[in-house]
């Protein structure tokens, strides 16, 4: 072969061969590139995963903050409805001491006038006593002041007076006056009320008068 024809068969080698490299090249390519968008994710892709962990820490301190709020204000309600329990206890407290106070007061008031009231009938029946111990041949007449002193009795029990019992009882300067001492007969102690001159009555623990007794010594 000529030297010309060898220079003319490599230039035509040489203008084949970057055709022959260019669809090598165009196949290379996509291939680089799937390889970058898979080693490197898309900045779109990032910015959209920051923003949905930014919302998601947004709602969950949104959701926190309320719950604090929420146990504030049930703390605040609780000691508001354990202050209002505390001051009704001692509304009910102090309503009760009234209520008993008042009733106290009340009986006190109706005791003090019912005693008052027997205080003047006591010498009537004191002399329907002695009429009812005295002799008498007339014995209706005995009769009445025996039903009249019944009555008496009856009328006393309504309204809760009480004699005060004193004969054959150890004296008692709360319940009994002692006017007279004797010597004991047989079988009596010393102290014991041997004689009643005047008999005495009670309304619940206030005294309308005292018994009027005779002692042994």
């Known amino acids: 072969m000529t030297p010309m024809n060898e220079e003319n068969t490599r230039a035509q080698a040489a203008q084949e061969q970057p055709e022959a490299q260019a669809p090598a090249a165009a196949e290379a390519a996509p291939a680089a590139e799937q390889t970058a968008e898979t080693a490197e994710p898309k900045p779109e892709k990032a910015d959209k995963a920051d923003k949905t962990d930014k919302e998601k820490k947004d709602w969950f301190g949104k959701k926190n903050r309320e719950l604090e709020s929420l146990k504030a204000k049930l703390e605040t309600a609780e000691n508001k409805a354990a202050e209002l329990k505390d001051q009704l206890l001692r509304t009910a407290a102090e309503y009760d001491n009234y209520r008993k106070r008042t009733a ?47 009555k008496a009795a009856k009328a006393f029990e309504t309204l809760h007076i009480t004699e005060i019992e004193a004969l054959g009882q150890p004296f008692d300067p709360q319940f009994m006056n002692a006017v007279q001492q004797v010597p004991p007969e047989e079988g009596q102690e010393s102290g014991t009320v041997v004689r009643v001159f005047q008999k005495g009555y009670k309304i619940g623990d206030r005294i309308i008068r005292h018994a009027t007794v005779v002692v042994a010594e």
């Open 104 to 150: 106290r007061e009340a009986d006190q008031k109706f005791n003090d006038g019912v005693s008052h009231a027997v205080t003047q009938i006591l010498a009537i029946l004191d002399t329907l006593d002695m009429a009812a111990e005295a002799e008498c041949s007339d014995e209706n007449y005995k009769k009445g002041v025996l039903m009249t002193l019944d």
